[in-house]
């Protein structure tokens, strides 16, 4: 066996240039592109379908169609309602439910087809990434094309998509008794986070995978750790954000107040506090949640302007670009946020923010990613 190599060795020194894939070993096994490149474009694939993901829940959400199908089974529920008798027991099993007998009684069979459409094809794109996911996984490793020390990471995204499921079920639970004609908005945030969560850890793997491996061994030591410890703060703060605008999606907070930059005429709403135990505030009480979601928007966006200022100092060029993106997507959405509440939320506005979003969040990890792995650009552009 060959002795350990030093670090500051020269690539090929010592040793045939045939040899060299073997040492570089851990994803550029076997050609030029070996395994990389087909492992990076399943995980665009998956990533893909996550997005897709996200907007078609988002859509469920705002189309009041999550609470349709009352039941989860995991093999028979890909089959829809499939003649005129199926149809009626599904809907007689709706009827059941509080959202039903609260907000929807009265229901035409062919308006709750309309909801139900929209939840059925929500689980089945869930099906779908499981299926996409375990196909993929399964073939690069019957092959033996999964290099060293990422067999453990690609399961990660498996293993979040099963989580999911469940925690879908779990939410989708609570709204199925008691009184409540929606899911509880707790429920929903824990359910968005880890949607977001998977999304940001596939597009941290496919940035990685999209460069050499010898490539990020030797950028990761040019790394500018002020400004990634910045894009590690950003990314967070992006976090608390989203998980905030899913409370204010759970309770319909933001189809309320629409005034701004003031709230009901005041800097904050009436009643922030009238719910007791004072909890149920932050959870339930829609001035409250609206005002946090606002405050921590303004809060985001200092910091976002903060991290690119501190972004100018970089010697690369491509990391000073890819904190542009990000502050010029941020505004945009602290734009569009204000635009949405002050139209009462429809639905094409809110899912338009709600798309931002996802946007943001992939370009503030990206952000994160080039302050830590630089990318040296040409003499023309300086670095």
Same mark, same amino acid.
């Given at each position: 066996?060959?002795?350990?190599?030093?670090?500051?060795?020269?690539?090929?020194? *010592?040793?045939?240039?045939?040899?060299?894939?073997?040492?570089?070993?851990?994803?550029?096994?076997?050609?030029?592109?070996?395994?990389?490149?087909?492992?990076?474009?399943?995980?665009? /694939?998956?990533?893909?379908? !996550?997005?897709?993901?996200?907007?078609? +829940?988002?859509?469920?959400?705002?189309? #009041?169609?999550?609470? $349709?199908?009352?039941?989860?089974?995991?093999?028979?529920?890909?089959?829809?309602?499939?003649?005129?008798?199926?149809?009626? /027991?599904?809907?007689?099993?709706?009827?059941?439910?509080?959202?039903?007998?609260?907000?929807?009684?009265?229901?035409?069979?062919?308006?709750?087809?309309?909801?139900?459409?929209?939840?059925? *094809?929500?689980?089945?794109?869930?099906?779908?990434?499981?299926?996409?996911? @375990?196909?993929? &996984?399964?073939?690069?490793?019957?092959?033996?094309?999964?290099?060293?020390?990422?067999?453990?990471?690609?399961?990660?995204?498996?293993?979040?998509?099963?989580?999911?499921?469940?925690?879908?079920?779990?939410?989708?639970?609570?709204?199925?008794?008691?009184?409540?004609? #929606?899911?509880? $908005?707790?429920?929903?945030?824990?359910?968005?986070?880890?949607?977001?969560?998977?999304?940001?850890?596939?597009?941290? &793997?496919?940035?990685?995978?999209?460069?050499?491996?010898? #490539?990020?061994?030797?950028?990761?030591?040019?790394?500018?750790?002020?400004?990634?410890?910045? *894009?590690?703060?950003?990314?967070?703060?992006?976090? /608390?954000?989203?998980?905030?605008?899913?409370?204010?999606?759970?309770?319909?907070?933001?189809?309320? &107040?629409? #005034?701004?930059?003031?709230?009901?005429?005041?800097?904050?709403?009436?009643?922030?506090?009238?719910?007791?135990?004072?909890?149920?505030?932050?959870?339930?009480?829609? *001035?409250?949640?609206?005002?946090?979601?606002? =405050?921590?928007?303004?809060?985001?966006?200092?910091? +976002?302007?903060?991290?690119?200022?501190?972004?100018?100092?970089?010697?690369?060029?491509?990391?000073?670009?890819?904190?542009?993106?990000?502050?010029?997507? /941020?505004?945009?959405?602290? !734009?569009?946020?204000?635009?949405?509440? =002050?139209? $009462?939320?429809?639905?094409?506005?809110?899912?338009?923010?709600? @798309?931002?979003?996802?946007?943001?969040?992939?370009?503030?990890?990206?952000?994160?990613? =080039?302050? +830590? &792995?630089?990318?040296?650009?040409?003499?023309?552009? +300086?670095?």
């Amino acid at each position: 066996m060959a002795g350990k190599r030093s670090i500051f060795e020269e690539v090929g020194e *010592g040793e045939s240039p045939r040899a060299a894939p073997r040492e570089t070993g851990l994803i550029d096994k076997g050609s030029r592109s070996g395994a990389r490149l087909a492992i990076r474009s399943w995980l665009v /694939l998956l990533f893909a379908l !996550v997005v897709v993901m996200i907007l078609v +829940g988002g859509l469920t959400r705002l189309t #009041d169609s999550g609470l $349709s199908i009352t039941e989860w089974n995991v093999v028979k529920g890909a089959i829809p309602p499939l003649n005129e008798a199926d149809w009626t /027991l599904a809907f007689d099993k709706y009827k059941t439910i509080p959202e039903y007998e609260l907000q929807n009684k009265g229901m035409t069979l062919a308006e709750f087809k309309h909801i139900y459409w929209w939840e059925w *094809g929500h689980r089945q794109l869930g099906r779908l990434i499981g299926l996409v996911w @375990a196909v993929g &996984y399964a073939w690069f490793l019957l092959r033996n094309q999964i290099p060293t020390g990422w067999k453990g990471r690609l399961l990660i995204p498996g293993a979040l998509g099963g989580v999911q499921g469940a925690i879908g079920w779990w939410m989708v639970h609570s709204g199925l008794s008691g009184e409540m004609t #929606d899911v509880a $908005s707790y429920r929903l945030a824990t359910h968005l986070g880890l949607a977001f969560a998977i999304l940001g850890l596939l597009a941290w &793997y496919i940035l990685l995978l999209s460069r050499p491996e010898r #490539d990020i061994m030797q950028a990761r030591r040019a790394r500018e750790r002020r400004l990634f410890g910045l *894009g590690t703060g950003f990314m967070h703060f992006a976090f /608390l954000q989203i998980l905030i605008g899913a409370l204010v999606a759970g309770i319909d907070a933001g189809r309320n &107040y629409v #005034d701004w930059p003031l709230m009901a005429g005041g800097f904050t709403p009436p009643d922030m506090w009238q719910l007791e135990p004072l909890w149920r505030n932050f959870f339930e009480n829609d *001035g409250t949640v609206q005002f946090i979601h606002r =405050m921590v928007a303004y809060a985001l966006f200092a910091f +976002g302007i903060f991290a690119w200022v501190r972004s100018r100092r970089s010697a690369f060029a491509a990391t000073r670009r890819a904190f542009d993106w990000a502050l010029v997507l /941020l505004f945009g959405q602290v !734009v569009l946020g204000i635009v949405t509440v =002050m139209h $009462s939320a429809p639905w094409h506005i809110a899912i338009t923010h709600q @798309a931002l979003g996802v946007a943001l969040w992939v370009t503030i990890i990206r952000a994160r990613f =080039m302050a +830590g &792995y630089p990318k040296a650009g040409t003499l023309r552009e +300086g670095l």
